[in-house]
């Protein structure tokens, strides 16, 4: 399956082309200068340049914080621009692939959120993915995925922020404990992505590592592994303003996305030990 990927350079977009490369199949993961999504005559190009039979948008404005600030910015980028690659994909006859979030919902619930749930975004960027996902879905080949608390090589992330503090010395560490999800390892996620475009799934399907944690939980294990004497103090969300709000209670229920591949999701302790091995890796052959 021929894939093609806007916003091919950052955490997610990687893993896609890892996990297509193991797959041997050709992927084409563009940068940002490449392929601007904004650009839709520049997206209309390279659909028709490499006529992909699915097209994978893992662009987007992920800075939470700073989309409340640049609100247009993240409106565009997020929502506006999907149409853009709508249209690239419809132009060649290809699938599209929509990556969103967690942050569409609110957060209010004590269940896991089932796709058809209704959306209530917090943040700006939640309703900037909420806008994406509308945008896609006017397109009658599209496939929503929502995901959740990314991690992975080549990108900032929770992990790899606590990881670096702990190994750093900056203990006590104060972790927000009150906020509950799931973190999804990007390896996991590209193989539950090439999965489901096989499949040629449409509408939105959830996806996340499992079980559900909160933030301190997951800190707690990057401790135990990194430096077990380092002490995690759980800490609740009001101690720790941000500028933008987050849902309290974020976890996906991933029983569609289970229907439809035929097996459970991965646990996130295995991709974040598989992060820490990889990390560890990296950093002993550049010499830290
Ligand atoms: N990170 C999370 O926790 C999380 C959780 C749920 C869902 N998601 C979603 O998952 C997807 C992938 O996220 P990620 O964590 O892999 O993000 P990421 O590492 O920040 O990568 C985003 C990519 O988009 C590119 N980009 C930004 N603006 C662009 C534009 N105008 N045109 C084309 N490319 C542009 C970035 O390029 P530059 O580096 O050059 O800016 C980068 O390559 C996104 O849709 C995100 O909303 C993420």
Redesign the pocket.
Known sequence: MRMLV????????RALAAEGRRRNQPVLAL???Q????DRRRLAYWAGAFAPEVIV??????QVDACEERRQHALE??GE?VAHVAAAAAGAGAALVQ?????VFDGGGSRPYREDDPLGPLSVYGES?RLGEERALAYERALVV??????GA????FPATIRRLIADGKTPLRVVDDQVGAP?Y?PYLARAIWDLAQRRATGVVHYRNRPPVSWYGVACEIAAAVRPRAEVVPVTTSEFPRPAPRPAYSVLDVGRFEELVGRAVEPWLAGLTDFLDTMARREGNSGD
């Open positions: 806007f916003g091919g350079t950052g955490m997610l977009g940068s940002r200068a392929g601007d999504v904004r948008n893992c662009a987007a404005f992920t980028v997020n621009a990556v969103s979030s967690d942050y993915k929502r995901a959740s608390w990314l991690f080549g990108g900032p992330s999804t990007t």
